[in-house]
């Protein structure tokens, strides 16, 4: 997609719904105008401009305006209406914490729903509008790609999922390497390539075939350009590299890496942690305060000192740390060594319950804290075990890149509690790693709110 025809999609879109809602803003004021009182419009006004910075806020944090959402009027519709809710929900909360009794709730209902309405509204306008981008002959881009392979099948796929301004007009290939049927036409040979090309009106010329591949591709691409066709080339790494590589820039060298890893970026970092000291310091003021001394007493009565259990475990860059946990079990030697197993012995009756509620995982927030844990990441193992995991799993100390989490995707994916075969730890390690390589903030979110929804329900592996 044009980058710099997504951006202004993208600010058109918030710019619309910005409008709309600030329209009905003043529509529903005018109608309710007689029955406000003139010391009241400074309430009004701030109810407004909250109004305007929660949806801005929302929108951002939930990227409601991305280029991988507006692609989709199916994903940006769901995605609007999930912003929407929470919109309410934060002006609900805005509304009860700041008591403003002089608001009219009629003015708030009627505000709040002709909002939603607008919204929809915004959607159809912009359904109509995506089919005009990818009907404009002004804004189309009509593109050839040199050569049929796997890299050009891919580059067709990509055109077809993820491009708005972009036509595919078909394949230029050799007659002896075509060996089964294409979804898109085969033009002509690779030396019949400008004609083709300028008979299609074609701007672009992709080319999966490198100039080591065939030296005549040198030449293609300066006569090319002297037509003012812009010829790009689509290297195969898979010679070399038998997965997926991730690609950036430094200046204009590219730099190739096995992996996408967003948490590389110091921003994504900042906003990760930000989130773990908000979550950590409310948990840690508002629930342990007065958790500890519950559990500490029901902990004391049944099996004594010490209250917390610590373990050394494997942190982020293989650094050791040690997690803290309500103690669920009695004393015992084999405790940084072997894994709680179903009706485990050592398993106290206090431990029990703890366990299935998962509440003997608490004190984590306070590994949160001090920067030693995040709220989300892969589960943190004991030193041996990692010793032992990262020789049957190939990947497995990529997960230590990220700081451990209290809860992480394999969990909530089913993939926490004993591990009994080799099977299942490569799955959790998996998890870990698809979460490493596709990490936002938003992800953070949605996996901590499902945590919460499995404490509630009960996990058939908490034990």
């Not at 950036?248 to 906003?271: A, H, M, T």
Request: glycine share 4%; hydrophobic share 45%.
């Amino acid at each position: 997609m044009n980058q710099q025809l997504e951006r202004y999609l993208q600010t058109v879109l918030l710019i619309l719904d910005l409008i709309i809602l600030n329209l009905f803003y003043i529509f529903c004021f005018a109608i309710f105008n007689k029955n406000i009182g003139l010391f009241s419009h400074n309430t009004y006004l701030l109810f407004w401009t909250i109004s305007n910075v929660l949806w801005i806020i929302l929108s951002f944090m939930m990227r409601t305006y991305s280029e991988k959402i507006i692609l989709s009027f199916e994903y940006f519709t769901k995605r609007t209406i999930l912003v929407y809710l929470l919109w309410i929900i934060s002006i609900m909360f805005y509304l009860f914490f700041s008591r403003q009794l002089e608001l009219s709730r009629l003015f708030i209902v009627a505000t709040i729903g002709s909002f939603g309405f607008g919204l929809l509204v915004n959607r159809f306008i912009y359904l109509g509008l995506n089919g005009y981008l990818k009907k404009s002959n002004y804004l189309i881009k009509k593109v050839l790609i040199l050569g049929y392979n796997e890299t050009a099948k891919k580059l067709a796929k990509y055109f077809e999922e993820d491009s708005l301004n972009t036509q595919l007009i078909g394949y230029i290939e050799n007659e002896e390497n075509i060996h089964e049927l294409s979804n898109y036409p085969i033009l002509a040979e690779i030396n019949d390539t400008l004609k083709v090309a300028k008979e299609s009106n074609v701007n672009e010329i992709f080319s999966t075939i490198t100039p080591e591949q065939n030296k005549d591709i040198y030449n293609l691409m300066y006569q090319s350009e002297k037509e003012c066709i812009r010829f790009k080339i689509v290297p195969n790494l898979s010679v070399f590299i038998t997965r997926e590589v991730h690609i950036e820039y430094f200046g204009q060298l590219p730099i190739l890496s096995l992996r996408s890893e967003p948490l590389d970026d110091v921003g994504n970092r900042i906003k990760k942690r930000v989130l773990d000291i908000m979550v950590s310091l409310f948990v840690v003021i508002f629930i342990l305060s007065w958790l500890v001394p519950i559990l500490g007493v029901l902990i004391f009565i049944e099996s004594g000192f010490p209250i917390f259990f610590k373990q050394l475990r494997t942190g982020k860059d293989k650094k050791p740390f040690y997690c803290l946990k309500f103690r669920s079990m009695k004393s015992n030697k084999d405790a940084h060594f072997k894994q709680a197993t179903q009706n485990d012995e050592r398993i106290t009756k206090i431990g029990k319950l703890i366990r299935k509620t998962s509440l003997d995982e608490f004190p984590q927030f306070i590994n949160v804290l001090r920067g030693e844990m995040s709220l989300v990441g892969p589960r943190p193992h004991m030193v041996k075990h990692t010793s032992d995991y990262s020789k049957l799993v190939d990947d497995y100390m990529v997960r230590q890149f990220i700081k451990p989490g209290i809860t992480g995707w394999a969990q909530i994916n089913g993939y926490r509690g004993e591990i009994t075969n080799p099977e299942q730890i490569e799955a959790r390690v998996n998890k870990d790693l698809w979460y490493l390589e596709n990490w936002t903030l938003w992800l953070d979110i949605q996996i901590l709110f499902l945590t919460l929804y499995q404490m509630f329900r009960g996990d058939k592996n908490a034990y």
